[in-house]
T-cell receptor, first 117, second 109 residues
Framework: GAGVSQSPSNKVTEKGKDVELRCDPI?????LYWYRQSLGQGLEFLIY????????KSGLPSDRFSAERTGGSVSTLTIQRTQQEDSAVYLC???????????????FGEGSRLTVL | DAKTTQPTSMDCAEGRAANLPCNHS???????VYWYRQIHSQGPQYIIH???NNETNEMASLIITEDRKSSTLILPHATLRDTAVYYC??????????FGRGTSLIVHP
């Protein structure tokens, strides 16, 4: 389809393991966001990519979290040495916004549900 | 983002209009108001946005007060599938929308 695609949809891992979550944004969208949502909570911003600019990493909760976006398209969120508190749904969104001000809507994927045992 | 205030929860009878309020008293200048909703276990979905004038699309209507300090999202004929959490967002000069707790709307038969 033409929407934002995330994989895996579900991931169960053991505490201390590393995980990678993938996001395929809508083709041509220059802005890409990662959020996470813990059970019963709102969305927590993690990181933002805009074109070739340096990403805004201000929302990453610790240095165990990192993300990259290759070729201005696919993005991978990596969590090292996972902890139980990392359990959440990780949501990716893309937007056609060409600039630094939100001028269009965000299109979200279905999320990757991470469970750390 | 400008701060927004929404009721925690609301309910509505199926087939009736659902009117979801949002206060954004600190809104300024050319800041838009955006509405999203999140159906259980899905990613948020964009609904509508507006600046000053009322807006309508196939999903909903957005009524913004003249002073722009509040707005109301209207679902004219709510269905059970409209049960979701509704978020009102004013990103302002930020490129990072902040999603609060939103309003949990329950549409009952």
């Amino acid at each position: 389809g033409a929407g934002v695609s995330q994989s895996p949809s579900n991931k169960v891992t053991e505490k201390g393991k590393d995980v990678e979550l993938r996001c395929d944004p809508i083709s041509g969208h220059t802005a890409l966001y990662w959020y996470r949502q813990s059970l019963g909570q709102g969305l927590e911003f993690l990181i933002y990519f805009q074109g070739n600019s340096a990403p805004d990493k201000s929302g990453l909760p610790s240095d165990r979290f990192s993300a990259e976006r290759t070729g201005g398209s696919v993005s991978t969120l990596t969590i090292q040495r996972t902890q139980q508190e990392d359990s959440a749904v990780y949501l990716c969104a893309s937007s056609p916004s060409p600039g630094q001000i939100l001028t269009g809507e965000l299109f979200f994927g279905e999320g990757s549900r991470l469970t750390v045992l | 983002d400008a701060k927004t205030t929404q009721p925690t929860s609301m309910d509505c009878a199926e087939g009736r209009a659902a009117n979801l309020p949002c206060n954004h008293s600190t809104i300024s200048g050319n800041e838009y108001v955006y509405w999203y909703r999140q159906i259980h276990s899905q990613g948020p979905q964009y609904i509508i946005h507006g600046l000053k004038n009322n807006e309508t699309n196939e999903m909903a209507s957005l009524i913004i007060t003249e002073d722009r300090k509040s707005s109301t999202l209207i679902l004219p004929h709510a269905t059970l599938r409209d049960t979701a959490v509704y978020y009102c967002i004013v990103p302002g000069g930020s490129y990072i929308p902040t999603f609060g707790r939103g309003t949990s709307l329950i549409v009952h038969p």
